[in-house]
């Protein structure tokens, strides 16, 4: 079963194309993939005092879905049905899904110590500028 396309207004006035899939979503196995916890994110800059914050756009526009599985994320609209070839909003393994591609794409900066991430958000963060710089 299609979905339903849609518009909704953003608070710069511009429009954000939305589907409802909560029909889609009720049958879908859930993404146990854990968000961070944000006192724990917090918790990790202790000691910083020089940071460089990053807000990707249209994140989950970033990760393709799975070939073959096009099909479940389709949506109708007066121009007729469309397949998408990669994640939206409001898929509700979306934010998962987003997390633990950053997770992997980053995690030798995470690993070290002076990256956090929350979905779109990265924040570089340091004690030393020339260190942060580079």
């Known amino acids: 079963m ?3 396309f849609f518009f909704v207004s953003k608070k710069d006035g511009t429009l954000r194309p939305c589907q409802d899939y909560r029909y889609l979503n009720e049958g879908t196995v859930k993404n146990a993939y854990p968000l961070p916890l944000i006192g724990e994110l917090v918790d990790r800059l202790k000691g910083a005092t020089i940071f460089s914050k990053f807000d990707l756009r249209s994140g989950y526009n970033n990760v393709r879905i799975k070939d073959g599985h096009q099909w479940k994320a389709a949506f109708k609209c007066s121009k007729g049905l ?10 509700c393994n979306s934010p998962a899904t987003f997390q633990a591609m ?27 500028l020339r260190i942060h710089q580079q």
């Open 2 to 4: 299609a979905s339903p």
């Open 82 to 91: 469309y397949e998408p070839t990669v994640m939206f909003f409001g898929l």
């Open 102 to 128: 950053m997770n992997d794409l980053f995690k030798d900066m995470l690993d070290e110590g002076w990256l956090v991430i929350y979905m779109d958000d990265l924040l570089l963060f340091s004690s030393d």
